[in-house]
């Protein structure tokens, strides 16, 4: 399997992130790229490719052009206006406040662009999600090609990036991107199938009303766990696009054996939706040991869930989403690739 990635997603170092009222290092960092890498590289699963620059054109399809202009430029706006520190939200259009409107400061456009504050804007963010989008575009493009799985190595990661607003470490949506690129070259329809512990909020929001795009999330209960605002099983989508959103909210503690049940209720809906292609967002935050999820996975389970995903029959990309255990993320995610492509050895 193919791993597509790019060396500009170290870009972005950012120093600050607030965490339970503590200002902490992120939880996601550069390091992550680096333990993936070296686990990649360790197993033999494949090359690992440069990605193309795709430019802006692609982003453009699923987010706001003013949203994306602001992402340009907050970093040097941030500092030419006299901030020292990271650039992050104070303040939101809150439900008793005018929403209408941008202010024209760079503190106010923050608070209308951002949908929570644990993420800072630093320098070279921008430049890493260019590289992270780019990425997710070779590995899409390579499948839709040859019908071969691949893997995006996305960083930073995307799938709680909105239409025009980011958070939770997400900036540009890679996955919603990459099932667009599916689109435009043909595929009828595809399936986001988000594995992540955090509810994809971002790709939810992007695909909500539309029926070319079967989105299908497991995640921890919102009543409990970030996003909370979104994610629960009631939002199924709306016009065009009802019954084309899918969510499996579940509760802290959930068992492996309980998490693949369902998975395999995910599974049925995709092939029944007669979906032409697979994109996985690929969170490895449901380990046991992560530090920001109340799973119960374990190394050797996400094999299995490799396995299982393979059983869709589909040209399937998979893109880096979360997972921040970090001594334990290369492992995890080789699992899931290794896993996939020893049941389609075994299928063929």
Request: proline share 5%.
């Amino acid at each position: 399997m193919l791993t597509f990635f790019s060396e500009d997603s170290h870009l972005r170092q950012a120093r600050t992130e607030l965490h339970d009222g503590t200002l902490v290092t992120p939880f996601e960092c550069p390091e992550r790229l680096d333990l993936v890498l070296k686990q990649l590289r360790k197993s033999g699963l494949g090359d690992i490719r440069a990605s193309d620059a795709y430019g802006l054109a692609p982003v453009l399809a699923v987010h706001d052009k003013a949203y994306v202009t602001f992402l340009a430029n907050c970093w040097k706006e941030w500092r030419v206006t006299g901030h020292e520190g990271e650039a992050i939200p104070n303040i939101w259009p809150a439900r008793t406040m005018r929403g209408d409107r941008i202010p024209r400061s760079i503190s106010g456009q923050l608070g209308y662009y951002a949908l929570a504050a644990e993420t800072s804007i630093s320098e070279g963010t921008f430049e890493a999600a260019m590289a992270s989008k780019d990425a997710a575009l070779g590995a899409v493009d390579h499948t839709l090609l040859t019908s071969e799985p691949s893997f995006g190595l996305c960083r930073p990661p995307g799938h709680h990036a909105a239409y025009d607003q980011f958070g939770g470490y997400c900036f540009f949506n890679n996955a919603a991107i990459a099932a667009q690129r599916a689109l435009d070259a043909g595929k009828r329809r595809v399936a986001i199938l988000d594995v992540d512990f955090h509810h994809g909020n971002g790709t939810q929001q992007i695909f909500y009303g539309r029926d070319d795009v079967l989105f299908i999330s497991l995640h921890g209960d919102p009543d409990v766990t970030f996003p909370y605002y979104l994610g629960y099983a009631d939002e199924k989508g709306e016009g065009k696009g009802e019954g084309f959103n899918v969510n499996y909210p579940l509760p802290p503690g959930t068992s492996v054996a309980t998490w693949m049940t369902t998975l395999e209720h995910a599974l049925a809906q995709i092939k029944a939706a007669e979906c032409e292609c697979l994109i996985v967002s690929l969170g490895v935050d449901i380990f046991e040991g992560d530090p920001i999820s109340t799973f119960t996975f374990t190394s050797a389970d996400f094999t299995l869930l490799g396995e299982r995903l393979a059983q869709v029959g589909l040209p399937s990309v998979f893109l880096m989403e979360g997972g921040y255990a970090v001594d334990a993320i290369g492992v995890n995610v080789v699992n899931v690739l290794q896993g996939f492509e020893q049941a389609l050895d075994k299928s063929l």
